[in-house]
């Protein structure tokens, strides 16, 4: 099947930075990528729809100036949490589907911690 | 969007055959059914997809009443490795829809 692959798998960054979050689609061009968001014993929230050379599309409830995405080729899409506090700790996810396919396929995710 | 009902949790043993049922009532014609499966830190991955009867893969089967309203997903002989949540969704064909994840069925399969 398709690969899609995140970066990194777990990050620790202190209160009030940023970090970025890279996904990639390896073998296949995605103009939409999606990113979600999964507390612990929870299931996936999405974030927000990542689309290629456009503005991505937030879920109500995501704030799009803390959660910078930017999707700036067919492979990658990238989410930028800016002035992380310990409450964006979290496991984020990103998908994508080849083209037109109603398959996604999904990064192995990203733990972050905020200390 | 067709929102998903499944049990929040199943046990079985090693060589059993389990079986996990979800209900999508408001389901469209346009929809497709679709397992995935998430172990603890990964993203979900792939298992089974249906649009109506009976699909089966190397890994599992999705049997689809007529009605569509429900379906249900088999896993034959499973592992200590089948261990994980499995997650049935409603898929709408129509591009590149957004999935909405539903709470999940936690499987623990014991020795």
């Known amino acids: 099947g398709a690969v899609v692959s995140q970066h990194p798998s777990w990050v620790i960054c202190k209160s009030g930075t940023s970090v970025k979050i890279e996904c990639r689609s390896l073998?296949?061009?995605?103009?939409?990528m999606f990113w979600y968001r999964q507390f612990p014993k929870q299931s996936l929230m999405l974030m927000a729809t990542?689309?290629?050379?456009?503005?991505?599309?937030?879920e109500q409830g995501v704030e799009k100036d803390k959660f910078l995405i930017n999707h700036a080729s067919l492979t990658l899409s990238t989410l930028t949490v800016t002035s992380a506090h310990p409450e964006d700790s979290s496991f984020y996810i990103c998908?994508?589907?080849?083209?037109?396919?109603?398959?996604?396929?999904f990064g192995q995710g990203t733990r972050l911690t905020v200390v | 969007l067709a929102k998903t009902t499944q049990p929040i949790s199943m046990d079985s043993y090693e060589g059993q055959e389990v079986n996990i049922t979800c209900s999508h009532n408001?389901?469209?014609?346009?929809?497709?059914i679709t397992w995935y499966q998430q172990f603890p830190s990964q993203g979900p991955r792939f298992i089974i997809q249906g649009y109506k009867t009976k699909v089966t893969n190397e890994v599992a089967s999705l049997f689809i009443p007529a009605d569509r309203k429900s379906s249900t997903l088999s896993l034959p002989r499973v592992s200590l490795s089948d261990t994980a949540v499995y997650y049935c969704?409603?898929?709408?064909?129509?591009?590149?829809?957004?999935?909405?994840f539903g709470k999940g069925t936690m499987l623990l399969v014991s020795p």
């Open positions: 969704l409603v898929v709408t064909n129509s591009g590149y829809s957004t999935l909405t």
């Open positions: 073998d296949f061009q995605a103009t939409t």
């Open positions: 998908s994508a589907n080849p083209d037109r396919n109603l398959m996604a396929f």
């Open positions: 408001n389901i469209a014609t346009n929809d497709y």
């Open positions: 990542s689309n290629e050379g456009s503005k991505a599309t937030y």
